[in-house]
């Protein structure tokens, strides 16, 4: 299944189905489907899609956790044509509006009782509903105006497949299939548009690096609407012939158990995952022998965590990588039969197709082993942001360079280590999080006059916010009532761990804030060396 073969996710379901026929493909509570059994759903949702008058090219959304109707929902997306929009499950409404808003989503895929939240009570309590034409409720109870899944699937003995055939016939594989929002340095997120052909080419060479198989089995934790959950995850099962297991709380028992029950052989996630398993005192008592493939990355991973994850996991492939979501996902990789400590130091080399360089800051590249910054080009890079052509042309320069706004090296042998972010984003347990987006969410309490965040280590999440506040003319704001606030207002990765309010922040000589002094000042507060 070369890159010849496959140039759009269409291809890409029918021919998992002819070469993986009655494999399993999908399990997911009572759901156990083959390739052939998966294939029939996904089309018959495309039929359903296009009796509902959704056109090629159109935006749907998607805002709900790893279940199946996920996965069927968004591969019937892809097989008419249309561009899925992955909605963040963290969102609250009004940062779900802005995307939908901003893609312009007619209809959404959504649920209405995943961790005791009702996603559309959370568009409604923001009036974020405007521009939607439909709702349609995945699992949950469907409210009145909302359409029932199964409701939506009844549609489908409306349209033949010989209509179906030819819209999924017409996708090509210079067409979008996803636009990935990505929040970024102007406080808003941006939409990355992503091609069929870049996706389907890239993440199959991601699965053979990576060494995925068919019989594999896969517990997909990372989140479907996240670039590795959706590309990483169900594409690659597709194309390699592995088994879809959706997970989609990450609790470490519930995980040690499925691995046990399921069979797992595959499981990806950032290291803080592998950490837990291996600390865990009943590590003993759990079946772990099934386990294969592990893929991570994202963070500082000490060598002898990859000489345990192979020695008491069993674990036979550990591959760490580094990818942006303009960039598809992907641009290094290790490889599995690097040495431990290349894998737990570097985020590996440049992809096939894919060229890599660090350069300073007239773009001139740096000596191996200085730092500057990363850039990437080659086939993955985004078609651009979404009606964005300013921000397109900061981060892709002319000569097709995607600038990444980290600082690495890089070694001898191409493999690259970050070591800072140009950029002040931060990553909070596996998420990005950028404190100008947090900065502006924050500056809507009418308790804040000016706020800066910046990300401080913390032993479980990687880092966390902590945010320095300005109060308002006469306010007294309470800090930990501040961050109760935030918690309402905005993803819970985005919320500050902490505030403190202080009576001005350190600018320079052109007025912009001084965040490393504010980093340096987080860190002694904190008692941080």
């Known amino acids: 299944m070369g890159e010849a073969e496959i140039r759009t996710i269409p291809n890409l379901i029918d021919q998992a189905a002819s070469k993986y026929g009655s494999d399993q493909a999908l399990v997911d509570g009572d759901i156990d489907w ?19 008058g959704i056109g090629h090219g159109e935006r749907v959304g998607i805002w709900a ?10 591969l019937g997306i892809h097989d008419i044509g249309a561009v899925l929009v992955p909605i963040n499950t963290r969102f609250k409404g009004r ?29 409604e309590e923001a009036d974020a509903k405007e521009g939607l ?17 199964s409701d939506l699937l009844n549609r489908s003995k409306e349209v033949n497949e010989i209509e179906r055939r030819a819209r999924s016939e017409n996708v090509s594989g210079d067409d979008l299939c996803h636009i990935m929002f990505t929040s970024g340095t102007t406080g808003s997120p941006k939409g990355a548009m992503l091609t069929h052909k870049a996706i389907t080419r890239g ?6 690096i990576v060494g995925l198989n068919k019989g594999d089995r896969y517990l997909i934790v990372n989140p479907f609407f996240h670039a590795f959950g959706l590309n990483a995850g169900i594409l690659a099962c597709l194309m390699k012939g592995a088994c879809i297991l959706p997970h989609p709380v990450f609790d470490v028992a519930e995980v040690m158990q499925r691995v ?24 003993e008592n759990f079946d772990m022998s099934t386990l294969r493939l592990a893929v991570t990355g994202a963070a500082v991973i000490p060598v002898e965590m990859i000489l345990q994850m192979r020695e008491k996991l069993g674990f036979e492939n550990i591959v760490t990588g580094y990818g942006l979501t303009e960039g598809s996902g992907l641009a290094t990789m290790c490889r599995h039969d690097d040495a431990p400590s290349t894998i737990a130091n570097t985020s590996g080399r440049a992809m096939p197709g894919m060229e890599v360089k660090v350069v300073d800051d007239n773009n001139k590249e740096v000596d191996r082993g200085d730092p500057g910054e990363i850039i990437v080009r080659g086939y993955n890079i985004m078609e651009g942001y979404l009606d964005d052509s300013e921000q397109t042309a900061i981060a892709i320069d002319s000569s097709g360079w995607l600038h990444t706004g980290d600082i690495g090296t890089m070694d001898q042998e191409g493999n690259i280590a970050i070591t800072d972010r140009k950029k002040d984003m931060f990553i909070n347990g596996g998420f990005n999080v950028y404190p ?5 969410l924050m500056l809507r309490n009418p308790d804040i006059a000016q706020v800066s965040v910046v990300g401080v280590p913390d032993v479980r999440m990687g880092e966390v916010g902590y945010s320095f506040v300005v109060p308002a003319v006469g306010k007294k704001p309470d800090p930990a009532e501040l961050i109760r606030w935030c918690r309402s207002e905005m993803a819970n990765y985005k919320c500050p761990r902490h505030v403190e309010l202080v009576e001005a922040l350190p600018l320079n000589a052109s007025g912009k804030v001084l965040k490393y002094e504010l980093r340096e000042q ?5 008692g941080i060396s």
């Not at 439909?134 to 109870?141: S, T, V």
């Open 436 to 440: 100008a987006e947090v900065e502006s």
């Open 203 to 208: 993440y199959n060479d991601w699965a053979d």
């Open 34 to 52: 083959s390739f052939e059994d998966l294939r029939q759903q996904i089309h018959e949702m495309g039929c359903a899609l296009l009796a509902s």
């Open 522 to 526: 987080a860190r002694k507060t904190l």
């Open 65 to 74: 956790p790893n279940i199946w109707e996920w996965v069927v929902a968004a």
């Open 133 to 149: 034409e439909e709702i349609i409720i995945l699992r949950g109870e469907a409210p009145e105006g909302t359409t029932s899944f």
């Open 95 to 123: 940062e779900a509006g802005y995307v939908l808003t901003r893609a312009n989503v007619k209809r959404l895929f959504t649920v209405t009782d995943f961790l005791d939240t009702n996603y559309v009570t959370l568009l």
């Open 260 to 283: 046990a029950i399921d069979r797992i052989s595959m499981l990806p996630g950032p290291p803080a995952i592998y950490q837990t398993i291996l600390n865990h005192p009943d590590l």
